[in-house]
C-alpha cells in the first residue's frame, strides 16, 4: 500500500475552525496560511494543444515531437500532486490560480493552466465548494492572476461561474485590517476572491490584486530565493493588504534541458527542500511577519502542519505581553 506524507490526510481539514479565540480575533493578515503555487497542476492534458502561456519556441518543439514533447513538459508544468479535496483536507487554504480558454475550441469553456491545459475551472471550484459546505469554518483564498487568450466574454462567464457557485460565501471587499476569522464566521463569508483583471471593477465580492501581492524571486537559487523573502517582509506593514511569500524555485530554459527527463520535483523542488522548510520554519507570523506561504508539491514535506503551527508563536507572544 502507498503511504502518504506526513500531514497528509484530513488531519488539517478544520484548522481554522480549531484556532483559539485569541487568534480567531487577530486580523487575518498577520496569521499563517499554507498555500500552494500553481495549485490546479495535479493533472495536465498531453492531447491538448500547448497552453498560450508557453514561449514561441515551446509551442514548435510541442508541435515538432507532440505527445512525446508534451510529456516532457508535464515533468516541469506540474507543480502539485494533489488535487484541490487532498489539498483542502491538508490544510492549503491559498490557491494560485492561472487560467485559459482552449484556442479553437467553441464557447466560453475555462481551463486551468500552466503550459499545458489541465481541468475545467468549473469542476475545480465545485471540488472547493463541496469541502467549504462541510467546513463551515474553513476560508479559502482564491488568486486568478494570470488570464490567457480570454476575451470580455469569457471574463465575464467566469466572474458569473465564481458567483454562482459560491454565492453567499463571497467575502465582500473592505479594509483587509478588519478581516479577521471572526468577523467572517459572523457573516458567514468563506472564500475571498482575487481578480487581477479590470473586468471585476464594480463587483463587490471581487478583491482587486494589489490586496494581496506576491513577489517573485524567479531564482533558482535557495539562497537567492530566502534573501528574496526576507526583504519583501520587510515592506509588509506599509500596506493594507495580505501577503504572499512565494517559497518556490523557477526552473530557466538552461535548467529544463539539464533536467530534461527528471522534471522539477526531482532535479530542482526536492534537492532543495530542505533549505526552503528551513526558511519556513525560522519565521514568526504577525505585523512584520509571514502571512500566506506558498510551496510547490506541497506533500512532499509536512509543509501545512509546518506553517500552521507557525501560529502558535502568536500565543505565546501574546501570552508574554500580559505578563
Known amino acids: ?19 483559539p479565540p ?23 492534458d498531453v492531447h491538448a494543444p500547448v497552453g498560450p502561456d508557453q514561449k514561441a519556441f515551446v509551442k514548435y518543439l510541442a508541435t515538432m515531437f507532440s505527445v512525446l514533447a508534451k510529456k516532457v513538459m508535464v515533468k516541469w508544468a506540474m507543480t502539485q500532486n494533489l488535487t484541490f479535496k487532498e489539498q483542502l483536507e491538508a490544510g492549503i487554504r491559498y490557491f494560485d490560480l492561472r487560467v485559459s ?14 503550459g499545458l491545459f489541465g481541468h475545467k475551472v468549473s469542476e475545480g471550484l465545485l471540488e472547493i465548494n463541496s469541502f467549504l459546505s462541510k467546513h463551515r469554518k474553513e476560508v479559502v483564498f482564491l488568486d486568478f492572476n494570470h488570464y490567457y487568450a480570454m476575451g470580455a466574454e469569457h471574463h465575464v462567464y467566469l466572474l ?28 458567514k463569508y468563506q472564500v475571498i476572491v482575487f481578480y487581477h483583471h479590470p473586468s471585476a471593477q464594480g463587483i463587490p465580492v471581487m478583491w482587486p490584486g494589489n490586496k494581496i501581492p506576491a513577489p517573485w524571486a524567479n531564482t533558482t537559487e535557495p539562497n537567492k530565493l530566502t534573501q528574496f523573502l526576507e526583504a519583501t517582509l520587510k515592506d509588509r506593514s506599509n500596506h493594507d493588504s495580505f501577503h504572499v511569500s ?3 524555485l523557477t526552473p530557466r530554459v538552461n535548467t529544463v534541458a539539464k533536467g530534461l527527463l527528471w522534471g522539477l520535483r526531482n ?14 520554519e525560522a519565521q ?31 500565543l505565546s507572544e501574546q501570552e508574554r505581553k500580559q505578563r
Request: proline share 5%; aromatic share 10%.
Open 22 to 44: 485569541k487568534l480567531s480575533a487577530m486580523p487575518l493578515k498577520h496569521l499563517a496560511v499554507p498555500g500552494s503555487h500553481d495549485s490546479f497542476t495535479y493533472w495536465v
Open 101 to 114: 480558454s482552449k484556442p479553437r475550441e467553441s464557447g466560453k469553456e475555462i481551463y486551468f493552466i500552466h
Open 160 to 187: 458569473t461561474m465564481l458567483q454562482e457557485v459560491f454565492g453567499s460565501k463571497l467575502c465582500n471587499m473592505c479594509a483587509v485590517d478588519s478581516i479577521t476569522l471572526d468577523y467572517l464566521w459572523k457573516n
Open 1 to 19: 500500500m502507498k503511504t502518504r506524507p506526513a500531514g497528509i490526510g484530513n488531519v488539517n481539514a478544520d484548522w481554522m475552525g480549531s484556532l
Open 284 to 314: 514568526r507570523p504577525g505585523l512584520d511577519g509571514v502571512n500566506i506561504i506558498t510551496s510547490d508539491f506541497v506533500e512532499l514535506t509536512d509543509f501545512a502542519n509546518i506553517v500552521i503551527k507557525l501560529n502558535n508563536l502568536l
Open 267 to 280: 532535479y530542482l523542488v526536492e534537492r532543495n527542500l530542505p533549505t526552503i522548510i528551513s526558511w519556513v
Open 246 to 248: 512565494q517559497a518556490i
